[in-house]
């Protein structure tokens, strides 16, 4: 098994590496250290088992953990949370309102996911286990969570990448907790020294307006903070979130223009690529960079959203 110590962001929040994909930095789980341990985030269920292993590192049994929030119910950041809870005694799951029934009975969901990954389904995702509906906590628009006397997390409904996705704001930090609402950051090009962050549009909820919303709202909160789904917490938030509303715009432009031509996701999928290899050629990052395996994975994902998208919209 792959062995890495957990992050420390700070005195109280932590990042364990979930090697999604069995890649580095792809996925990770926060550990926010208050009275009522809570993580954000599982990833899918072989992650769990750096979940295990890095809260051990940070001196914690799994009986210890309260709470386990997911942003969104997408497999590679809620898949293990059923096989995470069978082993948290005292935990609940807390989830949108939308994806809750989808934790209870997560068939519909592997059934899609399935449908994008094909045969590698099984080795990205299983075991997929269902949460008993007696141990969900259901939070949506304007709810609250008291983990201590000091902080209260409160969650904001965030459309855009999924209907069923709320962000968690930590008053302590003055950050937020966003999942895929706000893009993806790319910790491989960070530690060169480029800040880069994409939109993540995967299907079958994208939608461009109600992420652009989700986008305004954060800026107009003045953030200090943003801990991403994928991959890490950044500072530069007003940075962040300006350039992953730029790339949107050129996401939706590019997949319009596709659809007219009669071409499907593939060819978006590669016009989006060269996109972001022009940019990043201009900020001396190499086209056989490390980083590219992930973001072509990102680019095919993203280009079935839109395509989805504009599909829906022409009916």
């Known amino acids: ?3 890495k110590d957990p992050i420390q962001l700070d005195k109280r929040i932590y990042l364990i ?8 930095e792809r996925t990770g789980t926060y550990v926010i250290k208050e009275d009522a341990l809570t993580i954000v985030e599982t990833g899918p269920s072989p992650s769990v088992k750096y979940i295990k292993q890095g809260l051990e590192k940070l001196g914690y049994t799994l009986d210890q953990v309260k709470y386990i929030i997911v942003t ?3 497999l590679d950041h809620a898949g293990g949370a059923g096989l995470l809870l069978k082993e948290c005694p005292n935990a609940s799951v807390v989830v949108h309102p939308k994806g809750a029934r989808h934790l209870v009975d997560p068939t519909k969901l592997a059934r899609g996911a399935r449908a994008i990954y094909g045969d590698s389904f099984s080795e990205l995702f299983d075991p997929i286990v269902p949460v008993p509906e007696d141990r969900l906590l ?3 628009e304007g709810n609250t969570l008291a983990i201590s006397d000091t902080c ?7 459309p855009g990448h999924a209907k069923h996705h709320f962000s968690i704001y930590d008053p302590v930090s003055h950050g937020m ?28 909820h994208f939608d461009p307006e109600a992420m652009q919303e989700s986008i305004d709202r954060m800026l107009d909160m003045n953030l200090d903070r943003i801990y991403y789904g994928h991959f890490g917490m950044t500072e530069k938030v007003e940075l962040a979130l300006h350039k992953v509303s730029e790339w949107l715009d050129i996401f939706v432009e590019e997949g319009e223009q596709v659809v007219a031509e009669g071409k499907g996701y593939d060819e978006l999928a590669q016009r989006l690529l060269e996109h972001v290899k022009e940019h990043l050629r201009t900020l ?5 960079h490390d980083v590219y395996i992930l973001i072509n994975l990102d680019m095919q994902v993203s280009a079935l959203g839109i395509i989805d998208y504009f599909k829906k919209l022409k009916h």
């Open 1 to 3: 098994m792959l062995d």
């Open 17 to 24: 590496d979930g090697f999604d994909l069995t890649v580095p």
């Open 72 to 74: 969104h119910i997408h």
């Open 138 to 140: 259901i939070k949506g």
């Open 152 to 158: 209260t997390l409160k969650f904001l409904d965030t």
């Open 177 to 204: 907790f966003t999942g895929d609402t706000v893009g993806v950051r790319y910790e491989q090009l960070v530690r060169d020294g480029v800040d880069f962050f994409l939109p993540s549009t995967s299907p079958n």
């Open 284 to 288: 001396y990052v190499d086209d056989d």
